[in-house]
């Protein structure tokens, strides 16, 4: 299974007032890996709004924290293609503490559903973009 890997460094602005990354932001640093991920298959999410008038939300995310991310830290977010089907992305992400041995911070397995932008309904991920997306499952990334 191909991959695509990503860093972030941790800022105030992540953090709460222990000092460690806030559990909520855990979501904002995995969607931003997730974006670089389909970018890196040559799919922005912006192109897929404006030639097919669809959109990927968010339909089902699980996270799991192991160890936590502290200020200052670098870590690194893995993101793998698990599954995709007409209408669904599912990717797994790991987050590894780069600044403390490359140690599991946590996991975030995500489904992304494919909706129309003017019905809000799923809608069929067009072909050449599962074609894209199976780059980051066959190993072309």
């Known amino acids: ?6 860093t972030f460094r941790v800022y105030y602005e ?5 000092g460690i990354v806030y559990h909520a932001r855990y979501l904002a ?5 997730r974006t670089e991920a389909i970018r890196s298959v040559d799919a922005a999410v912006t192109d897929l709004a404006r030639e097919y ?10 996270i799991r924290y192991m160890s936590p991310l502290r200020l200052d830290d670098l870590m690194e977010i893995e ?3 698990v599954d995709l089907t007409p209408t669904r992305i599912k990717l797994s992400q790991s987050f590894r503490n ?5 140690e599991s ?3 975030v397995n995500v489904e992304l559903a494919c909706l129309g ?3 809000m309904k799923p809608e069929r991920i067009p072909t050449s973009w599962c074609e894209r997306i199976r780059k980051l499952e066959a190993g072309e990334v």
């Open 1 to 6: 299974m191909a991959t695509h890997r990503i």
């Open 14 to 18: 992540d953090t709460d007032a222990g």
């Open 29 to 33: 640093f995995a969607e931003r890996a």
């Open 53 to 62: 008038e669809q959109h990927f939300v968010v339909r089902k995310a699980d």
């Open 79 to 81: 993101t793998a293609l």
């Open 98 to 102: 780069v600044s403390r041995n490359n």
């Open 105 to 107: 911070s946590a996991i």
């Open 117 to 119: 932008i003017s019905t």
